[in-house]
C-alpha cells in the first residue's frame, strides 16, 4: 500500500518519459470516455492524449508538453486500503504515506499541501506537490533539472469495501505552469462514479 500511494503521488517520473516517447496507441479524443472500468473514466478534455496503461488496477494517459522533454501524465489508480474507522484514520494515513519522499537525493520538495476534500459525497483528501527533479530522464541518453507538479485526489471506494481510489494528474517541465490546476481539476472532474457524487 504504501508503494502505491508513494509511486502515484511522486514517482510518475519513469511514465512522464516513456508513456510520451514509445508503445502508444492511437491518439484519443477529448474527453473520451473509456470502456471496460466500473468507474466513468473520461481522457482529458484537451488534444494530444494518448492511453497508455488499461488495467484492473490502474489507467494511465499521457501526452507530450508544447516544449521538447515536457509531459503530462493524467491517472486512475485503485488499490486495497487498510480498515479505518473514522475520518481521522483515514485522512492520517492518506497524509503519512503521501508526504513521504522516496528519493531525497533526486526530488526537492518546494511546495506541499494535503486537506480533506468536500467535491464528493464519498471520503476523499487532496494532496497537491511542487517538487524540483534533479535528474529528470528527457531521452535515452540524457538526463536534465525539471519542475514536477502533482495534484492527487485519494478517495475511499464507495462501492467497494477495502479499496482506495487515487485520481492524478502531473506535469514535468522546465518552468512550473501556471494552467495546471485547472487542467488537473478538469481531469479529476471527470472521473466519477456513476450516480454517485
Known sequence: MTKIIKYSILIM????????TSGRGPELPANHLIDGTYIDIHSPNSKGWFKMVHSNSQVVFARKGNTSGESHIARVDFFPLPVTKTKK????FIKTQTSKSSNKERFITIEYSFEPSEK?????AEAKQLSKDKMAKTSPF?????????????????KREGAGL??????RGYAV????DKEADSFIDGVQFPNIH
Open 13 to 20: 517520473t519513469t511514465l512522464l518519459f516513456i508513456g510520451c
Open 89 to 92: 484514520e483515514f485522512f492520517d
Open 120 to 124: 464528493r459525497s464519498y471520503l476523499c
Open 142 to 158: 540524457s538526463t536534465e533539472e525539471q519542475f514536477m507538479q502533482v495534484k492527487s485526489l485519494f478517495c475511499k471506494d464507495p
Open 166 to 171: 487515487m485520481i492524478g494528474y502531473s506535469f
Open 177 to 180: 505552469s501556471k494552467s495546471f
